[in-house]
């Protein structure tokens, strides 16, 4: 078999910038493999896939030593372009990528521009169109679709023109869980039937785990505290052994971490079998005696890092339930004569961390933007404390899908104290300075604070827009899809601040298609469905057993355990293997 | 060829308004409007944006006539004067008009779609230019919300950055986003074939005819059909009309009526 991808001793440097993105890269991708691109948020994932199609160096600018070969084609002495018929690629952000304006004739935009005939033209749109399952988006606007058929239709367009090589930048990053497991294995299809090559960055490890066969590791570069001078700043092997090296991995590798087990489970199947083996081995107390220490050592530290302390959030709601209801609405709210919410009842009382969940086009935003006070109900009612309508930004803050709508300062400290000055929280005896810096280095932005924000990567960005939201001090925060390009740990940092911010009295409600955020730190789940909500409850009741959205842990094990700390605890606590309840 | 003869000015104005009103809502279509019974926040952002700039263009126009009106008292003022610089303004307000007017009613990508082959690339650099500022409009007004629900009031000149520096910036970080795409997805290479490009039925010849023929009026005014594009304003006095291109340019009302173009081939 031959080799698709091929990067040589690849340095790359963008312009000024003080250290390379990349560095000494050495990897061969075989043809007909499903690569996972994984590393910590910033670390150059996306420099790294740009480099794929020639995007860097030709428009990025910066140096590149080295060579780099798609499908024997050098991306040096070919501009993008040239290479657009063997290397496509799908960038972070599909809706600035769209090039016409309906559906089907961005489908052909590629072909068109490599001449193929009209009728063979034809026949891909229509069994793309059926692949990626949008065929009755084919006459819409791709200004007028949602963020996940925007994604969908993104793929599909880069798939027409039959490319050798398929780039992904965070692919199903606005997918809802069953539509990210629908387009990946349309993905594994081409793969397996046709050879295709696909290159895909994803922080959504437990997404993804069960269909890729090799990964990409990236632990380092610009702008990274303790950079990675001297050593090759890109690993690439099986994926378990790369997500060993890079230090992450699904919540069953989590798991697999803190009791022990090797190699590290990927998937839910993985992982039932290293439980079973473990428990017919009999290791479980020699591996419970060694590693209880551990989990102890783990949930010590749980508080800024990850464990759960449920039981901790569980006390709150109890004790706050009888306080004061932050939040109190009853209402429908429709897009012209389009309801989208229906009866809609949700009150929310301090302490509560609530995650709304729903498929694509449930009504999750419309519900935020109603709570917040910047959409009118068409029937019943918002209100909080006192009775009145909610003042957008003062009783009620917003964190948009879209980070990039806040980012107007130089630097990011500079952003997070325009909120605070504008919201009159400079008084003499805290001023903005201190209180920025607290709120990032919460959320581990500390690091950041002199660069300018739009110099950051896509989960960068976002953790600078909620610390600016954060910073308005309104008793209650919405976040809509919170987690998009994070990585597990910077999720683990917003959500021991999502914590903290409930146990000071507050109460934050975030919508998301990310169900191991929810798993991880909502007291409370909402489920949406056509703009009804279908349920409401804790996590274990709403979650646990769901076909659709229950995290990883839940499926492997069943719905008594939700995160692999609670699994690690109770594992280690019983002594016995977890068998499958299912 | 221009004029400042409000009566040939006026009556484009009016045709202007018309043909906005009649068509603005039909353009988008049976598609479209299926599409907003699905999308939720973001059709209805794009249906506003469209409309949103064609106000937006008739401001600026009114703006425009406003401010060339008032500059002339910053100079010798005579009747024939603030005559004169009205007139400007009016015709610098309703070429804003013309414009809003086919970016409200126009779909630059079907137009592309019907344009001949070899017009191909200046067709697409055209409906990319022409979709900016209902793309602008719809991201200030995204802007706009985020910024309030962050704390940050959008009003006043002293919030200005926070409301056009992320706008800007992310419109320019678009482009780049966009050149790029638009080179990864091979454009430029040269050869090129066509996706059922569009057919020129009965309605598009008519508007094309009525557009040259009304073209050819105004430019032919000087000779045959008598003048009066320019109004003489030193000495001031009433302007005369030919009812020949009051009629050409009311003409151009008549695209407005026809029925919507035909779909694909």
């Known amino acids: 078999m031959s080799e698709a991808v091929v990067f040589e001793n690849v340095t790359f440097t963008y312009p000024g910038a003080p250290s390379p993105a990349l560095e000494r890269v050495n990897l061969r991708i075989e043809e007909g493999s499903f690569v996972l691109v994984t590393g910590p948020t910033g670390s150059g994932k996306s420099t790294f896939l740009r480099a794929i199609n020639g995007l860097v160096p030709h428009f990025s600018g910066g140096t590149l030593s080295g060579s780099v070969t798609v499908e024997g084609r050098s991306t040096v002495s070919n501009a993008p372009r040239a290479l657009a018929d063997v290397v496509a690629f799908v960038p972070q952000d599909p809706g600035a990528a769209f090039v016409v304006d309906r559906v089907e004739d961005e489908l052909a935009y590629g072909m068109e521009n490599l001449g193929v005939p009209p009728s063979v033209m034809r026949r891909r749109v229509e069994e793309t169109l059926d692949l990626l399952d949008i ?64 290159m895909m960055a994803e922080h959504r490890l437990e997404r993804v785990a069960g269909f890729v066969d090799f990964a990409v590791g990236c632990r380092g570069g610009r702008g990274v505290a303790g950079s990675t ?145 910047v959409h009118p109900a068409s029937a019943g009612s918002v209100a909080v404390q006192g009775g009145r309508a909610p003042r957008p930004g003062s009783d009620v803050a917003l964190c948009p899908q879209d980070p990039d709508s806040l980012l107007f300062k130089e630097t990011v400290q500079q952003e997070v104290e325009a909120t605070l000055r504008a919201r009159g929280k400079a008084g003499p005896s805290t001023s903005p300075a201190s209180g920025a810096e607290t709120l990032l280095e919460e959320l581990g932005l500390a690091d950041l604070a002199d660069r300018h924000p739009r110099d950051l990567s896509a989960g960068q960005r976002l953790l600078v827009a909620v610390a600016a939201t954060v910073a308005a001090g309104a008793p209650l925060l919405l976040l809509d899809e919170p987690t998009r390009g994070l990585d597990v740990e910077s999720k683990a940092r917003l959500a021991g601040l999502l914590r903290g911010f409930a146990r000071a009295g507050r109460a934050v409600i975030f919508a998301t298609h990310d169900v191991e955020l929810v798993a991880e730190v909502a007291t409370r789940v909402v489920m949406l469905a056509s703009g009804e909500v279908v349920a409401d409850g804790v996590p274990g009741e709403v979650i646990g057993d769901s076909p659709v959205f229950s995290p990883q842990i839940a499926r492997a094990f069943g719905p008594r355990w939700l995160t692999p700390e609670a699994a690690a605890t109770g594992i280690l606590q019983s002594g016995s293997t977890p068998a499958s309840v299912r | 060829m221009s004029t400042t003869n409000p009566f040939y000015l006026l009556p484009l104005a009016a045709v202007c308004y018309f043909v906005h009103a009649a068509r603005g809502a039909a353009s988008a279509g049976p598609q479209d409007k299926r599409g907003a019974a699905s999308a939720g926040p973001q059709n209805e952002r794009g249906a506003a944006g469209r409309a949103g700039s064609f106000k937006v263009f008739v401001l600026f126009g009114l703006v425009a006539l406003v401010t060339r009106t008032v500059l002339v008292f910053f100079g010798p003022v005579t009747p024939g004067s603030v005559v004169a610089a009205a007139l400007e303004g009016l015709r610098l307000a309703t070429m804003l008009a013309v414009f809003g007017t086919f970016n409200s009613v126009a779909d630059p990508f079907r137009l592309l779609k019907l344009s001949p082959r070899r017009f191909h690339e200046p067709a697409l650099a055209a409906a990319l230019a022409l979709s900016i500022a209902p793309r602008t409009i719809v991201a200030a007004g995204r802007v706009r919300e985020a910024q309030r629900l ?21 419109g320019m970080e678009e482009a780049v986003t966009l050149a790029e795409s638009m080179d990864s997805r091979g454009h430029g290479r040269g050869r090129r074939s066509r996706y059922r490009p569009e057919r020129w039925g009965a309605a598009a010849w008519a508007t094309a005819a009525i557009g040259v023929a009304a073209a050819f009026a105004f430019v032919g005014a000087d000779g045959a059909l008598g003048g009066g594009l320019e109004v003489s304003t030193y000495p001031l006095v009433w302007p005369a009309a030919s009812p020949w291109l009051v009629g050409a340019a009311l003409s151009l009302a008549v695209p407005g009526l026809l029925p919507a173009g035909p779909n694909h081939v």
């Open chain 1, 135 to 198: 065929e009755p988006l084919r006459g819409r606007s791709v200004r007028s679709i949602s963020g996940g058929e925007r994604q969908r239709v993104a793929i599909a367009a880069a798939l027409t023109v039959a490319p050798r090589v398929l780039v992904l930048d965070e692919p199903t990053s606005q997918l809802d869980p069953q539509g990210a497991e629908d387009v990946l294995a349309a993905l594994q299809r081409l793969v397996h039937d046709l050879g295709l090559t696909v």
């Open chain 1, 229 to 373: 001078a001297g050593r090759a700043s890109v690993v690439s092997g099986p994926p378990s052994e790369v997500l060993e090296a890079v230090g992450t991995g699904p919540p069953v590798a989590r798991l697999g971490r803190l009791v022990g087990w090797r190699p590290l489970p990927l998937t839910v199947r993985e992982a039932r079998r290293a439980a079973a083996s473990a428990g017919a081995q009999s290791k479980v107390g020699a591996a419970s005696a060694g590693a209880q220490s551990k989990v102890g050592a783990a949930s010590a530290g749980a508080q800024s890092k990850v464990g759960a302390a449920s039981a901790g959030a569980q006390s709150k709601v109890g004790a706050a339930s009888a306080g004061a209801q932050l939040i109190h609405a009853h209402l429908s709210a429709a897009y012209g004569d389009r309801t989208v919410l229906e009866r809609v009842a949700l009150v929310v009382r301090p302490g509560e961390i609530v995650g709304v969940v729903g498929r694509n086009g449930a009504g999750k935003t419309t519900l935020l933007r109603s709570l917040a006070g």
């Open chain 2, 150 to 170: 962050r704390g940050i009031d959008i009003s006043g000149w002293r919030a200005l950055p926070a409301l056009a520096v992320p706008v800007l910036a992310t």
